[in-house]
């Protein structure tokens, strides 16, 4: 019993450094290695890892199956909301130099929102896919 | 023209070779999945290896460096990349299925029982 | 060392094994990719494929057997046929130019635009994710909604409804309250 005591301590202790490591690679993808996908992946493998120690059913009660679902879809959402956006202000689809008052501004928020979208989507996903791979169970058999 | 600069494509060529083979050869349904990865694995290191150039730096725009390698087979392997892997997510989401309907995951006995029914 | 890990992954034939040196063979590939200075690659190689593969392999390991059964014929043809493959991809191989030529044609058209104002238009010093999410923006937006295509099709393939005796609808694992 002593080495699931251990385990949990360390995995209490690390979880939060993974989920502000994946934020730092997320807002400092413009400036280094890192962005959307990246700090996706590893959020999803944050919660994967708590899943893993604590349980499934705990996990699923941290972070809900319908909010799972929502990050997939909102993720895309705004990835194409940000390009109707450019659409609306005058430019052309997926502009960014028209969203703010100077191009290089605008380009500015528009990577911005659109890594966040990324990172939203990858993360549900991966997120979504490792739920159902770890709550079926074995031996079921359906009908052929 | 050296030849031994062609010694990193070569091989990736074999790890080309080898993923190729584990796809066609094996029956067992996950084993060929994992050798489809190896397959795409080695196709990004074909596609970034020219891309490098001696003496330069990554591509982030720095004061300190003049020469960077080439940006832009990185985008298109980052998306490869994650292509890939939902690839591979439904791929296995596929053989649990396969698994639960045949009771099995080598392809001998798949098509054994689809023959005997047909 | 790569290659030691894909002949071993081609030969073993215990599956948890394979998927432990699957996972090795990707923290190699994202060493290597280190050296070739494509640091975002990397990132992005390491996690997800060490990382997220893993976890799907062993998922799918867990929900099926884990041994591969013995091979019932000699694979001649398929180790031809992968042969064959690689002679060839070596043979198209000799007209590439040679590795770390900095005046080679592929730095030519395109890129030293890139590299030269990608600054000064997006405001944005790592070229990787300036490409990624500004110049090619659209192919960005195809990715993702691959990926989320992705995710669509695996809970179309896994979620299971099922209905009890009383009619309500139980999806296998607690969900909605």
């Keep these: 019993m002593r080495s699931q005591v251990v385990l949990r301590v360390v995995a209490k202790l690390l979880i939060p450094f993974i989920l502000v490591f994946a934020l730092y690679v997320q807002f400092h993808g413009d400036y280094g290695p890192g962005g959307g996908f990246q700090a996706g992946v590893i959020i999803a493998a944050a919660v994967i890892f708590y899943a893993l120690i604590f349980g499934l059913p705990t996990a699923k009660r941290l972070v809900p199956e319908w909010l799972v679902e929502t990050m997939v879809a909102l993720g895309v959402l705004i990835y194409a909301g940000v390009g109707v956006e450019g659409l609306l202000l005058g430019g052309n689809f997926l502009d960014y130099f028209v969203l703010s008052h100077n191009p290089v501004s605008g380009q500015h928020i528009g990577i911005f929102l659109v890594e966040v979208g990324v990172c939203i989507t990858v993360s549900g996903v991966m997120l979504m896919i490792f739920y159902l791979f770890a709550g079926r169970k074995r031996g079921w058999h359906s009908e052929r | ?118 | 060392m790569m290659v030691a890990t894909a002949l071993a992954i081609a030969r073993l034939r215990n599956l948890f094994a394979v998927v432990v040196l699957g996972s090795l063979y990707s923290f190699l590939m994202a060493t290597v990719l280190v050296v070739l200075d494509a640091v975002d690659v990397a990132m992005t190689e390491a996690s997800v494929g060490a990382g997220i593969s893993t976890v799907l392999l062993l998922g799918t390991l867990y929900l099926t057997k884990s041994e591969e059964a013995q091979p019932t014929h000699r694979p001649l043809l398929p180790l031809l046929v992968a042969l064959v493959t690689g002679g060839l991809l070596v043979y198209g191989m000799l007209g590439l130019p040679e590795f770390g030529e900095a005046d080679s044609v592929i730095h030519r058209h395109v890129v030293p635009r890139y590299l030269e104002q990608g600054v000064t238009e997006t405001g944005v010093p790592n070229i990787v994710t300036a490409v990624l999410a500004s110049y090619r923006g659209y192919d960005t937006l195809g990715e993702t909604t691959v990926i989320f295509t992705a995710g669509v099709g695996v809970i179309l393939l896994l979620r299971r409804w099922r209905r009890d005796a009383t009619g309500k609808d139980d999806d296998a694992e607690g969900g909605r309250p």
């Excluded at chain 2, 030849?3 to 990193?8: E, G, K, M, Q, Y």
């Excluded at chain 2, 584990?22 to 084993?31: D, M, P, T, Y």
């Design chain 2, 1 to 118: 023209m050296n030849v031994l600069d062609f010694v990193n494509y070569w091989i990736a060529v074999f790890l080309l070779s080898t993923g190729l083979y584990i796809v066609i050869a094996r029956g067992n349904l996950v084993k060929k999945l994992v050798g489809l990865s190896i397959f795409q694995t080695s196709v990004y290191l074909i596609y970034i290896s020219p891309g490098k150039i001696l003496g330069g730096t990554a591509p982030i725009i720095d004061p300190a460096f003049k020469i960077y390698s080439n940006p832009l087979p990185h985008v298109l392997i980052l998306t490869a990349i994650v292509v890939g892997v939902a690839t591979l997510a439904l791929g296995l989401a596929l053989v649990v299925r396969i698994n639960e309907a045949y009771g099995t995951i080598e392809e001998d006995e798949i098509r054994a029982q689809d023959v005997g029914r047909y």
